[in-house]
């Protein structure tokens, strides 16, 4: 029987976690009394998760197994997900449990009302240092200031989202994915539904700040020119400093100050201009370096075993 809800979980050494996050689901999907799948895509674990989802898959039929050939991210672990899901709504859930399972209810009720798109928004976020909520804030805000599109605040990956907002999305084959983006980008009708983030139920984050960091980046270049607006002010800015700097230095020279002799002041000119110059082409770089990635064509992922497998004759 085809699923009407998938609920699509990207692990990586999550082996803790697993048992009670499908105890936890099974318990919140049968209260709808339709038929539901889990899609639970391994990331290149090492830590025995991958053996723990075969044996999952193998005792519950609602379990489904997408299992990738190694560490592909967490971004291209839930598109996977999505590239094998089947239901008619589609959820995406972290398998630590910091997303509580018993809010996709909440989700499904505005789903069922009309909305294609239902984001789970934060008001609560426990277990985490001040650092990691002071970064978060300034991240959401700040590139929900700066991208072309309204990307809702406080709100990460967990969302509902309609078949049709899956099947566009899963035409976007970007190389560097932010997914959050993506689904507001795509224009279909949205809203939130607050909830309270939990603490982690077992083990270590799986983003650090350098992570963190690095999905920042991808987001402001997948969704804004402001960097590359920002490397055209700086030369403006530091073109009109020396525009100005050139009759105040002559009027100076000319009535004898020793102000600007010397090679300090040069040295400090060029410093900050090859500053300016190199903060350019870096901003530059990370736009031509992200067409490079998808000028190559590469796929997104390759997995070693999906449920696409049972189906092939031996």
Avoid at 84 to 102: C, F, K, N, T
Avoid at 199 to 223: D, E, N
Wanted: charged share 25%; with cysteine; proline share 4%.
């Amino acid at each position: 029987m085809k699923p009407v809800f998938s609920i699509i979980a990207p692990v990586y050494n999550e082996i803790a976690c697993l048992d009670t996050l499908l105890d936890r689901i099974q318990k919140v999907m049968d209260q709808t009394g339709e038929p539901w799948e889990l899609v639970l895509v391994d990331d290149g674990s090492t830590d025995g998760s991958t053996d723990k989802i075969r044996q999952l898959a193998e005792n519950d039929q609602h379990v489904r197994k997408v299992i990738l050939a190694r560490n592909f991210g967490h971004q291209i672990a839930v598109t996977a997900g999505m590239d094998y899901s089947r239901g008619d709504a589609v959820v995406i859930i972290d398998a630590d449990l910091q997303d509580p399972p018993e809010v996709i209810l909440d989700l499904i009720a505005r789903w069922r009302e009309g909305y294609q798109v239902v984001y789970a928004q934060r008001t609560e976020r426990e277990g985490e240092t001040w650092f990691k909520r002071v970064t978060a804030s300034v991240f959401y805000r700040s590139i929900y200031r700066i991208t072309d599109i309204k990307i809702p605040l406080d709100t990460g990956d967990f969302r509902l989202l309609d078949r049709k907002v899956v099947n566009v999305m899963n035409s976007m084959r970007e190389r560097h994915l932010f997914l959050r983006g993506m689904s507001a980008w795509v224009g279909f009708k949205s809203i939130g539904v607050p909830y309270k983030r939990a603490a982690r139920f077992a083990g270590s984050t799986k983003y650090p700040f350098k992570k963190m960091l690095k999905l920042a980046l991808t987001a402001v270049t997948s969704f804004s020119y402001v960097p590359l607006q920002l490397a055209m002010w700086l030369g403006f800015i530091s073109a009109g400093i020396s525009i100005i700097t050139i009759p105040v230095v002559i009027v100076l020279r000319l009535v004898g100050s020793q102000f600007f002799f010397g090679q300090a002041t040069t040295l400090i000119a060029v410093l900050f201009l090859g500053g300016v110059q190199l903060i350019s082409l870096g901003i530059l770089g990370e736009y031509v370096g992200r067409i490079y990635d998808e000028v190559k064509g590469r796929p997104l992922y390759t997995t070693s075993e999906t449920p696409d497998d049972a189906l092939k004759t031996p």
